[in-house]
Every structure is written in C-alpha cells, then in structure tokens.
C-alpha cells in the first residue's frame, strides 16, 4: 500500500501542473481578448496612462506576450509557477499579498467544510439505516420524503429558510432565555469571528444538507441490498446478533459507495461553499474568489482554484486507501 500511495502522490504533479497551465492559459486569452483588467479598477474615472503603466507592472502584467492574443505566454507561466515554489503567490488589486488572504478565509472554509461533513456523514447514514432495516415502514418512507425535498430543494433557498427559522425565531427565543453567548452565537444569522465554530454549526447544515440527502439514500439502497445476500444469510444461520450482523457485515459493505461520495464531497463543499458563505456572511474561501472573479483579480483565482484541485486529489488517495479498510478483499501492490 506504501507504494501505491507514493504512485499516486507523484501523480498529482502532472495533474496540478496542467491545472496551472490551463487556469493561466485561460486568463492569459482573458487578458487578451477583453483588456487590461487595471483600468476596471478606476471604473469610468479615465487615470493618466502613467498611472495605468504603473500599476501594470505593479501586478506583472506587462509582459509583452499580453498584447498578443493566442499567445499562452510560456515565459509568464514558468515565472508564475517558480513563484509559487518559492511560496509567492503575488499580491491582489488592493496589493495585499495573496498568501495573506488565503490563510486568513481558508481556516474558515475548512471549518465549515469539517462540521458540513461530520453533520451529512453521522445524520446521512444513520438515517439510511434505519430506513433500510424498516423497508417500506413509516420510518423508511419519511426519510425517503425528506430526503426527496432536501435534495430538490436549492441551496439559497434551504440557506435562507433556515436563516429565518433558526436565526429570528428560534434565535429571538433563545437569546431572549439564555445568557450563554455559545448558545447564541449557534442561533446567530451570521458568522462570529468570536465563535468560529459555534457560529458554524447552521450553515453547515445547509451546506451538506444536499448531500445528506444523497448518503441516506444511497446507504438505504446499499444496506437492503447487502441484508439479501448469502454472506447475510449465512451469518443468520450461525446464530449471530442483529447488531452483529448489520454492523459488522452488512454495514461494512455497503459503506464503500457511500465512502466514495463523501470523499468526493469534501472538495466540492469547499468549492461550493459560495452560497453557503454569502449567505450567513462568512469571511471565507467561497466569498475570496467570487469577488476575484467579479473584479478579475488572477492572483487569487490562480492560487486557489489549484489548492481546491490539491483538495479533491488528497481525498481521492484517502479514500482508495480507506477501501482496504472497509473491504479486506481490496489489496494495493
């Protein structure tokens, strides 16, 4: 297993490299195509061409290769990339240095991301159980309602519903009988930099809420399908516990696709943490790059879209690693 993890972790290098190239490719035709991305910042306001000059340098944009579209502009692209090696990552429109603003929103998003998994993964796939030990039950046809509307729900709508309930109604009661801040910060309907986990609580909710939904079908329809197999049926046969059998046999099996979602999952909620973030007003990953985006500040995109990448390759790795766990019929050579 030691040396299918080194294979992969060399992997990872070709796969961050194209996504650099790609990403610096497509601002570069940006650059291009639609103008000195500078001039956006004085809006109609028209600076001296001194001052556009400037701050063209400033920002390293003066690289002759800019002025001509379709160039990928290589030379950019090997000083930009031994930059990051370096640990420089450039600085934004306001010349912060981007490492700065990535180290103050990724700790946020990261915890965000954590609770949002623990919450889709404990509540996801103890509901799929109970509603696969209770086929066609009350409980298994409730869990298949509410998962049905959490899924077909859209997220703004689930994140502002929720804002509403838990952060005005039931936050007015709390606040208004308990003096505990935890307790309110919980119930607040924005981020607390005061209690950066307690003020995370709801909007995780909302942001694994989806793929809550998704878990606690998927390991229903795994679990029913594992408890008719031969495996189940012999482990019946010896006279094993119900719990032993769900728990150690059945369960075990059908995590693996479930496991697979989940791994899956922790790059996309940290990628879509967006409406998540913008909602609640959490200072994080999300918020960092739609204001890159809106305003054109490469540096930032160009820093954290190959992190987000780094992201999903490191949870891919863990979890083929977590298959032989799970299924010891599964062996890396």
Request: charged share 15%; with cysteine; hydrophobic share 50%.
């Amino acid at each position: 297993m030691g040396r299918y993890a080194v294979r992969r972790l060399l992997q990872f290098i070709p796969v961050l490299i194209g996504t650099l190239f790609l990403l610096h490719y497509l601002t570069t035709l940006s650059f291009q195509f639609n103008g000195n991305p500078v001039r956006a910042l004085f809006g109609d306001r028209q600076p001296p061409p001194e001052t556009i000059a400037a701050l063209t340098r400033a920002f390293g944009l003066d690289d002759p290769c800019l002025s001509q579209p379709g160039n990928p502009c290589v030379g950019m692209f090997v000083e930009r990339v031994g930059g990051y090696l370096r640990g420089d990552f450039g600085v934004d429109f306001n010349l912060q240095p981007v490492t700065d603003l990535i180290t103050r929103a990724a700790p946020v998003t990261l915890r965000l991301t954590l609770l949002a998994i623990v919450f889709e993964s404990v509540v996801g796939i103890l509901a799929g159980v109970i509603a696969g030990l209770r086929k066609e039950r009350f409980a298994d046809n409730l869990v298949r309602i509410s998962t049905v509307l959490v899924i077909s729900v859209p997220i703004f709508v689930v994140g502002v519903l929720t804002q509403i309930i838990f952060g005005l109604y039931i936050g007015n009661w709390v606040r208004d009988r308990t003096e505990s801040e935890t307790m309110e910060a919980i119930f607040s309907i924005s981020y607390q930099s005061d209690h950066p986990w307690a003020s995370l609580i709801i909007p995780s909710m909302v942001l694994g809420a989806t793929s809550l939904g998704i878990i606690a079908r998927m390991t229903r329809t795994e679990l029913i399908e594992s408890l008719r197999s031969d495996y189940v049926r012999t482990a019946r046969a010896k006279g094993l516990k119900p719990t032993r059998i769900v728990g150690i046999h059945a369960l075990r099996n059908c995590l693996i696709p479930v496991v697979t979602l989940i791994g899956i999952d922790i790059g996309g909620l940290m990628a879509g943490a967006l409406i998540t973030e913008g909602i609640f007003n959490i200072p994080g990953i999300g918020g960092l790059v739609f204001r890159s985006v809106r305003t054109g500040e490469t540096p930032i995109i160009m820093a954290v879209v190959p992190l987000l990448v780094l992201v999903y390759l490191i949870a891919s790795l863990l979890v083929d690693l977590l298959y032989a766990v799970l299924d010891p019929r599964i062996r890396y050579e």
